[in-house]
């Protein structure tokens, strides 16, 4: 969609703040690149894989930058290497319980282990502020937002992946997340891409050993700031919030409801120019 009608809103030098944790996933597009693509948004993120993180910088140089930190609690920890860069962790592999899995423990099996230092997100000091936190880690997540709670003052919505079964020994889960998040002013909004799982050993379905039949493991999740008190948002935050979550979340109902109070707050009639172009848009 055309973000003219409210760019028109804002200021030129305007950026969505993008903070993404754990930002090398192969050749996977990241939900915010298009943003990134039109300079709408700026991005800071952060892969502990020293390579990985080098060639991050070097294949995404428009209005992003990349640092080879362990994001975490700020202490001393232990980092478990495994045999697929992707399921590195700080917590170790719970091998009993992945060996039960079809393709779990063979691509989430222990190399070695490494003394690594951690730093939290809120003392990070080339952070300036996120309206959108992307986080990814292997079960790190909770312990890096518990130590984040400044920066989570200004951020609208949150893309954490969370597990339902303990992947990783002594991981929080979700409900652990959940609870910490909707404690910080946030609601649960959908869940990206489904529910994800694997069939227990031996079964498998038509032949794809990552499909699942009913047990669900890990999923991400997406959390955005509680529509039920958009009143206390700035001008900016609105806008924000509401290209986020049209361009992030496809969800259009939500940009309304921001966008309505953005009129409400600001004298304007820009929630009805936004319906009035979705009637165009479905058309054509």
Not at 231 to 240: C, N, P, R
Request: glycine share 6%; hydrophobic share 40%; proline share 4%.
């Amino acid at each position: 969609m055309n973000f003219s009608f409210l760019r028109e809103l804002i200021d030129e030098s305007y950026k969505i703040r993008i903070v993404d944790i754990g930002a090398s996933d192969g050749d996977y597009s990241p939900s915010y690149q298009p943003l990134i693509d039109v300079g709408l948004a700026s991005l800071i993120g952060f892969e502990p894989n020293k390579e990985a993180c080098e060639v991050l910088n070097k294949k995404n140089q428009n209005n992003s930058v990349y640092y080879p930190y362990f994001v975490g609690d700020g202490e001393a920890a232990t980092f478990y290497e495994t045999n697929w860069v992707l399921t590195g962790s700080l917590y170790p592999p719970n091998t009993p319980l992945l060996e039960k899995f079809q393709n779990l423990s063979e691509v989430v099996t222990l190399k070695e282990e490494h003394p690594v230092q951690t730093h939290r997100l809120d003392d990070i000091a080339e952070i300036n502020g996120a309206d959108f936190l992307k986080m990814d880690i292997q079960g790190s997540e909770l312990k890096v937002l518990e130590n984040a709670t400044n920066l989570l003052e200004t951020t609208l919505v949150l893309q954490v992946e969370v597990e339902f079964v303990e992947l990783y020994k002594g991981q929080p889960l979700f409900a652990d997340v959940d609870s910490f998040l909707r404690s910080r002013g946030f609601q649960f909004h959908c869940f990206d891409g489904g529910l994800m799982g694997r069939t227990f050993k031996p079964l498998v379905v038509n032949n794809n050993i990552n499909k699942r039949i009913n047990q669900v493991l890990w999923a991400d999740a997406f959390y955005v700031r509680d529509w039920m008190d958009l009143g206390v948002l700035s001008k900016e935050q609105l806008i924000t919030y509401a290209i986020l979550s049209l361009e992030i979340l496809k969800s259009p109902d939500l940009t309304h409801l921001i966008l309505s109070q953005f009129d409400r707050s600001h004298n304007t009639n820009v929630a009805q120019k936004f319906l009035n172009i979705l009637t165009a848009d479905k058309k054509k």
